[in-house]
Every structure is written in structure tokens, then in C-alpha cells.
């Protein structure tokens, strides 16, 4: 699949995708931070990097995979958890709707800390799902932890992964998936959690906030833990070494883990797969 990495930071959903997981090749990085586009061009030197999320533009079917971890900042408990409001870091999540509108790609990953599940009683995660349901997506969520596989941090985060309505999954109401959805038609938005996730019923807020959606009959294997990869530096421990400057620390504090981001990863093979063959 080729993928478009939004908030690419250092490429860690690129490295997972080509080098753990082997589900596709990156063919465009979108990063603002200067450091980091050092690194990506060191790593991926014939990829191109747009820096600004905002002025960046697709076309329908350029890319099959959307990756992103949006900002944190305004989600995070140790943030002043200003939420997606107009001008807040975090609001640039809707520059990620407004991308997967314009290219419908095949699926859509993003990343962000545990808190979007609990930020303003739950209203911000609904906000999430309406938004990507308005796509026409469905989703599949889960919280998975650095120290789940066995790393040496906890870590804790969401991923989501949003595919069309239409792959393989029961009829609902709502336009055809080569049509905008109507802003007057009510949808109801499909999802379900990955089981086995580090915390699978992570409390009453996210129970509240799920009640209201309907399962599909895809499910991640509840032995998710085959998905992950073992680590290929040090064995299993990531400790970083004393004396590193602060903008490469700071770029690996923002980074997924690319062990982490290969189990919704695989899972998002084998869903491809799954589509494919049924097609």
C-alpha cells in the first residue's frame, strides 16, 4: 500500500509498515519540526516532506494508508486540555478529516494519548468518531502499552482504525462510499474495540461513550499479542543513553513505537487481505 504519513516525527509508522510489518512503502512524509525532517531524509532520502499539515492537499486514491499521530497537547492531562478547539495544536485532527475526505484511501491509523477517551467526559472521542463516521468510515479502537510487549515504559495509547463503510461489513444507512455524506443525514457510526488491549475496559466514560455504537463482525485476534515484533536493538530495553541532546530525546518522547504501531498495523494487513480476496 503506499502511505501517506501525517505528523511523521522520525518515521515511526513508516519504519513499522516497511520494516516490521511489510505492508506497504511511505511515498509522503508531512512534518514541520526541522530535526525530525533531518532524520526522515537521512532515513527515506527519496521521499518528498511537506511541513505544514494545512497546506497540504490530495486527490482521491493517491494514497491507500493514512497514518497520523495528531498533536497530544491539548488532550493530555499534563496539558492545559484545551481539547479540538479552533487554535489549539489538537485541533489540527480536523486537517486529518478534511485529507481522508479528499483521498479516501483504503484505511486510516491514528495515534494519540489514552486521555482522548476520557478529555471533556468522553464528548471529545465522540467528536473523533462522528467525524471520521461523517466520512464515510467504521472504526476499530483500542489502549496499547509500551510495557505490553514487554518494553521497559508504559506508554499508553490509542489507536484507531477507520476503513470504509462498505468493506465486507453489515448494510447501514449512508452514502456510497464514492459520494460526500449528506450534512443532513443522520449515521450511525460502527465500532468496536481490539481485543485483549492492555486495558480493555478502561472505565464508565469509554463504556458511556461505546454503548451507542453497533459491533461489526471484524474483530482483532484476541491473541494480539502475536502481532507484535520483538524489538531488534538491546533486546527488549529502549533505555535512551545519558548525553543525547535534547531535541533527539524530545523526538523520541513524541515517536510511536514502532513494536506498538505494528499490531494495529498487521491488523490493518490482514484486513486488507481479508477485503482483497472477498473482492
Known amino acids: 500500500m503506499r502511505i501517506l504519513d501525517l505528523f511523521s516525527g522520525i518515521g515511526g509508522f513508516s519504519y513499522s509498515a516497511e ?22 531524509n537521512k532515513h527515506w532520502p527519496q521521499i518528498p516532506i511537506h511541513s505544514d499539515i494545512r497546506t ?20 493530555s492531562t499534563g496539558g ?19 485529507l481522508l475526505r479528499e483521498i479516501k484511501p483504503r484505511f486510516l491509523l491514528l495515534e494519540n494519548v ?18 471520521i463516521s461523517e466520512s464515510g468510515y467504521v472504526c476499530e479502537w483500542n489502549v496499547i502499552s509500551c510495557d505490553s510487549i514487554q518494553g521497559c515504559h508504559k506508554r499508553e495509547r490509542i489507536f484507531i482504525i477507520a476503513y470504509p463503510e462498505h468493506y465486507g461489513l453489515p448494510t447501514t444507512e449512508g452514502c456510497p462510499s464514492n459520494e ?13 474495540k481490539f481485543e485483549g488491549g492492555s486495558q480493555p475496559n478502561s472505565g464508565e466514560d469509554v463504556q458511556r461513550v461505546t454503548s451507542e455504537w453497533k459491533p461489526t463482525r471484524h474483530l482483532l485476534d484476541p ?6 515484533v520483538k524489538p531488534t536493538i538491546s533486546g527488549t530495553d529502549a533505555r535512551i543513553p545519558f548525553g543525547l541532546y535534547k531535541n533527539r530525546i524530545t523526538a523520541l518522547g513524541n515517536s510511536v513505537s514502532p513494536q506498538v504501531a505494528a499490531i494495529p498495523l498487521t491488523r490493518i494487513k490482514e484486513l486488507n487481505e ?4 472477498s473482492t
Open 274 to 277: 481479508a477485503f482483497t480476496t
Open 114 to 131: 489514552k486521555h482522548l477517551l476520557h478529555h471533556n467526559k468522553g464528548e471529545t472521542f465522540k467528536e473523533v468518531l462522528k467525524q
Open 180 to 192: 460526500q455524506p449528506s450534512k443532513t443525514k443522520t449515521r450511525t457510526q460502527t465500532v468496536v
Open 223 to 228: 491473541n494480539w499479542q502475536s502481532y507484535s
Open 80 to 98: 492545559k486540555e484545551r481539547g479540538l478547539t479552533k487554535g489549539t495544536r489538537s485541533s489540527l485532527f480536523y486537517e486529518v478529516i478534511r
Open 19 to 40: 520494516k516490521l510489518v511489510g505492508i506497504g512503502k511511505t511515498v509522503q512524509f508531512v512534518e514541520n519540526n526541522q530535526y525530525c525532517q533531518q532524520i526522515l
Open 56 to 75: 497540504f492537499n490530495g486527490n482521491k486514491g493517491d494514497y491507500d494508508l493514512l497514518t497520523g499521530g495528531f498533536p497530544c497537547q491539548d488532550l
